[in-house]
Each structure stands twice: as structure tokens, then as C-alpha cells.
């Protein structure tokens, strides 16, 4: 079985400030790991996510994350933020192997961007 | 616009008196599933299908129903509902399966039981 933990619930942070929005899992298996974003009242829509290769992911709307297979940890990156992305953040796994196709999303973290 | 819609948006409705929440895909996707948002606790899945007639349990199946007689469609079934299915829902499509591939999400529906 998987899990993720988002270990800050919610991040206020100043317009054009750096930001990282922190991730672990748990897994016996090998996982797939994703980022997705909520915008208010919306449904979720993918921000990256990562498979293999390069450590280091980038995905839409500047952000990137990196994994660490050492520390179990996912943590996603923005250097410089914007009003705009305001939103609630999901962290999610899926097992590699998995026949269910679904996947394990961490509680969410509530990024408020303030002018 | 490849999209998943979800009818209705919004919904107040009695313990007991059945519901349907549709869920359709115009992506031709073969993969579709329900999840629940609650505060505090993110997304879970409540059911799934990989294709055409085979659904299976999530992890939170109890007290809801699914069919998957068309592709595109995916109707979530509230036959009972009770006040702890008073949640944000969502339905996610994707091209199959596989757990590498991106899930498309609906635009949730909010669901009030009283």
C-alpha cells in the first residue's frame, strides 16, 4: 500500500517570493508520482509528474519538482509566485505495477499568494 | 475541447431519496473513476472502470453505485444517500489503465445531504 504525506496544510506567502510545497510517500513498490492543482472551484488539472530519468521535473506554469528516492520525497518548486496561483496542491502516487489505475493523493496544501 | 463534464454541478437533496450524477468524456478514454474530496482528507476513489460493463470498488465504495454501458458515460449511483455522502465529487478519465498516464478530472460536483 502507498500513502502520501503533504506536510504543510496550508502556505501563505507574498507575490514574487519563492515557494516549496513539501511531499513523502510510503511505498513497498515502485511508484509514478504527480503533482496536480486545484484551482477554486474547479477540478484538478496536472502540473507534472514523474517517471523515470532526470530527478528534476518541470511542468506547467513554472513549476518544477524534484525526487528523492532516498528521502521519499517529492517537494514541488516555484522560484518566484504569482497571485495567480492561489490554489490547493495535490500530491499523488500510483503503483507502478497497479491493475486498479488509480491513484493515492496526499490531504492537499492550500498555497495563498498575497499581493 | 477534450473535456469531462459532470451534471449537476450542484445538488441538495433528502436522506434517502435516490440520486444520479452523470459523468461524460469526449476523449474516447477506455479508463473512467469517481473520487470524493473531504477537508482534511484529499481525494479518495470510490470506484472504476477500465472499460465497457467492467467496473470494480474503490476504496470507499460502500453506499454508492456505478454502470459503465457506453464509454463516454459513467453515472454514479446514490441509491440511500445519508449525510456522511455530503461531499465534493469528482470523475476523472483517462486513456487506460496504466498508472503513468495523466487523469483528466470533471468539473466536481457538491453534493448536500440532509
Known amino acids: 500500500a502507498q500513502s502520501v504525506t503533504q506536510l504543510d496544510s496550508q502556505v501563505p506567502v507574498f507575490e514574487e517570493a519563492p515557494v516549496e510545497l513539501r511531499c513523502n510517500y510510503s511505498s513497498s513498490v515502485s511508484v509514478y508520482l504527480f503533482w496536480y492543482v486545484q484551482y477554486p472551484n474547479q477540478g484538478l488539472q496536472l502540473l507534472l509528474k514523474y517517471l523515470s530519468g532526470s530527478t528534476l521535473v518541470k511542468g506547467i506554469n513554472g513549476f518544477e519538482a524534484e525526487f528523492n528516492k532516498s528521502q521519499t520525497s517529492f517537494h514541488l518548486r516555484k522560484p518566484s509566485v504569482h497571485i495567480s496561483d492561489t490554489a490547493e496542491y495535490f500530491c499523488a502516487v500510483s503503483d507502478q505495477k497497479g491493475s486498479q489505475g488509480n491513484l493515492i493523493f496526499g490531504k492537499g496544501t492550500k498555497l495563498s499568494v498575497k499581493p | 475541447e477534450a473535456q469531462v463534464t459532470q451534471n449537476p454541478r450542484y445538488l441538495i437533496t433528502v436522506t434517502g431519496k435516490k440520486l444520479t450524477v452523470t459523468c461524460s468524456q469526449n476523449m474516447n478514454h477506455e479508463y473512467m473513476s469517481w473520487y470524493r474530496q473531504d477537508p482534511g482528507l484529499g481525494l479518495r476513489q470510490i470506484y472504476y472502470?477500465?472499460?465497457?460493463?467492467?467496473?470494480d470498488k474503490g476504496d470507499v465504495p460502500e453506499g454508492y453505485k456505478v454502470s459503465r454501458k457506453e464509454k463516454r458515460n459513467f453515472p454514479l449511483i446514490l441509491e440511500s444517500p445519508s449525510p456522511n455522502q455530503t461531499s465534493l465529487y469528482f470523475c476523472?478519465?483517462?486513456?487506460?489503465?496504466?498508472?503513468?498516464?495523466?487523469?483528466?478530472f470533471g468539473p466536481g460536483t457538491r453534493l448536500t445531504v440532509l
Open positions: 476523472a478519465s483517462s486513456q487506460d489503465r496504466s498508472s503513468y498516464n495523466e487523469q483528466f
Open positions: 472502470s477500465m472499460n465497457v460493463e467492467v467496473t
